[in-house]
């Protein structure tokens, strides 16, 4: 059966909104009226419904009285949440990488390591190691629950890995996620990642002090 119309056009509202979030386009200053919405997507108010009410439901939009739908803002304790089932989840991945990966999958990890330093941009290559690591963990259901997460992380803003020293630190806590996962070692692999993720929420917690 073809899919309906307001199906496409309900995901294709959902894509562009949840884009503009992630990217600063529309920020916490930002009153996000259904009408509004729609008018700036140049799509029916229905599609937009659905749209903003699925982002909502993942937790990137926020209901508050007398302003409507915002975008999420965190405060210390929502951090505090979000990195703590970072930390379960990356170690399960990394945990599972260690038993699943294949050769290929380990030497792309190695390969997107090897680029550091060579005026890539940390903040992406980041992305791409951790994505990596998901990848090669083969379970589509811890995958989906990482991206969550990881769409939620943009709320934060500026990334932790702009200052070099975290940087620095994260490239070496990253060559110790491979080599655990390398060696097969299922649950060095959890605990250095782990390990990686709770420094990652500590420089979190430092940026959000000076700021």
Sequence with gaps: MPIAKTNT??????????QRILTGLFTANDRLREIDVANQLDMGRTPVREALKRIQDEGLLTHEPRRGLVVTQMDQQGVSELYAMREVLEGAAAGFAARHATDAEIANMEAILDEAGHDADPVALNLQFHQAIYSAAHNRHLIRSLQSLTDTTYLLGRSTLMTPARAEKALIEHRAIVDAIRTRDPQRADAVARAHIHQALLERLKMLRQR
Aim: aromatic letters at 10%; hydrophobic letters at 50%.
């Design 9 to 18: 056009q309900a995901l294709a509202a959902y894509n562009e909104i949840k």
